[in-house]
């Protein structure tokens, strides 16, 4: 089909960075660690639900640089910790659970400074790295590209703070595409203007939208053969929350001549292979 429609589609590899973690989660973190290791608590404090990228990200990156990290878990403590919390444990990350309600109010004044008096001094990270210091860290993402001929690059979007560092330092001339994993996403352009600190060049940035296949972590039986396919035709391992919906919409759109005859897609491998575990048994190839 590619060669058809005369559209080639390259794929960066953040999920190879690192044997253990990978993806843009690093990125976004570089600078909290940069304010943390610079600090006297040297302690990182985030949030996540139990099959969180980020808290595995955030546990990985302390073990490694000798910062204390605490994650506030979203949810009553389960009899069986999933294997990503297993993972945040080994990597020494103390785990704090608290109420699905409660957890709705972390980013009030009232819970950060609760949680300050039960801790001590943190350096805070939003979930997901959702900041303007997360998006500065993904704008290094750009350096990896830097020399690579292309017109277009593509980006699966939670948070949209990964979109945003791409706009941050994406040449003007290229076109910065994200493919929303969440149901009735609307906010986004808002995300990146606040993230970014100013308005974005509204040509640059297009929103793919339609491919949650049923909601953030959602997933069909159409996505799971999508995966498996891009394993058996590709060799590339997908993970369903993020990157196979980001896939499936980049083929699906140069199937349906979205893209014009020259286009040169650089596609974002953002990692999060290991929430892939949550699904059963011999669901994937790989």
Not at 105 to 110: L, N
Not at 143 to 153: A, F, P, Q, R, V
Not at 204 to 209: E, G, K, R, S, V
Request: proline share 3%.
């Amino acid at each position: 089909m590619l060669l058809q429609k005369q559209v080639s589609v390259s794929v960066l590899r953040l999920d190879t960075i690192n044997p253990v973690v990978s993806g843009n989660k690093l990125f976004k973190l570089h600078y909290f660690l940069e304010d943390c290791m610079a600090s006297d608590h040297k302690t990182l404090l985030t949030f996540g639900g139990a099959w969180s990228n980020h808290l595995v990200a955030t546990a990985y990156a302390g073990s490694i640089t000798g910062i204390r990290t605490i994650g506030i878990i979203r949810g009553e403590r389960p009899a069986t910790l999933s294997t990503t919390l297993l993972q945040c444990l080994e990597f020494g990350m103390q785990l704090k659970f608290v109420s699905r309600s409660a957890y709705t109010h972390k980013s009030t004044p009232e819970f950060v400074e609760s949680l300050s008096k039960e801790v001590g001094p943190v350096t805070l990270v939003p979930e997901g790295g959702f900041d303007a210091k997360g998006a500065r860290g993904a704008a290094l993402i750009m350096d990896l590209i830097t020399g690579i001929d292309h017109t277009h690059i593509c980006t699966a979007c939670g948070t949209a703070t990964t979109l945003a560092g791409l706009m941050m330092g994406s040449p003007k001339n290229k076109i910065i595409i994200g493919v929303s994993v969440l149901k009735g996403d609307s906010d986004i352009e808002e995300r990146v203007n606040a993230l970014m600190g100013k308005c974005y060049d509204q040509p640059q940035l297009q929103m793919l939208t339609g491919y949650h296949f049923g909601g953030y972590a959602k997933k069909t039986d159409q996505l799971i053969a999508f995966m498996n396919q891009c394993w058996k035709q590709y060799q590339l391992p997908l993970d369903f929350v993020y990157t196979a919906k980001m896939f499936y919409a980049i083929m699906e759109s140069i199937r349906l001549n979205h893209f014009l005859p020259g286009s040169k897609i650089i596609c974002l491998h953002t990692g999060g292979l290991q929430g892939n575990r949550s699904l059963p048994v011999d669901t994937l190839l790989y």
